[in-house]
């Protein structure tokens, strides 16, 4: 007689599956409501360079391009942090700690930059729990690079301009709890399935040493 596939066993012990699925997903919700929920509000910004007229479209365009990634990663800095805080706008600086280390932390936690490919166009999100002040944030953001982006490039005119206003989002949109509870759900059942594969692999040796035995 054949013995049971480890594909058999998971089907035929697919309540287990199910139930560490479930426990996953209740566990997720829980960590999800745990968190703080916190809105967004959305900046975007065109990146300009003048290369001059003997430049072709296309390396233009890369060229701007590469000046955006180089934004999106001076944005998570210290010295740009110092900036964007002493940039005048209305922000609740009680919510960044003194060490600077923690500071960098948070501050990289709140903010997200993200560039459209084939474009010189940056996106800056940031994160809160009063979409007011994500607001504030976003704003002084882009206050900083429109006046003092030639201090963060080097080659060439560039500029920053601002090419769409905050767009605040309605509902919280950290954390995700429906990406949660479906990665909870997800990971749930993985461990209920390696725990069905582990209890038959147990068996099927206990079952073996009592048959060696006789």
Known sequence: MSSPTPLSNILTHWYAVLMFGLLGLVLALIVSFVQPLQYSSTVRLLILQDVGSG?????????????ADNLSTILYTSTFFDQVMNAGFDIDQTVF????????????????????????????TAYHRDIKEAEQIVRAISYVLTQRVGEYTSGGSVAARLVDE?????????????VNLLSGFILGGFVGIGFILLQT???RRRHQLVHEDF
């Open 201 to 203: 692999e147990r068996f």
């Open 166 to 178: 905050p767009l605040n989002s309605r509902w919280p949109v950290k954390p995700n709890i429906i």
């Open 97 to 124: 700690p003194a060490d600077a280390y923690k500071q960098r932390k948070v501050w990289g936690r709140m903010v997200k930059a993200t560039v459209t490919r084939g474009s010189g166009l940056l996106s800056v």
């Open 55 to 67: 430049v072709d479209a296309y390396t233009a365009s890369r060229s701007e391009e590469r000046i």
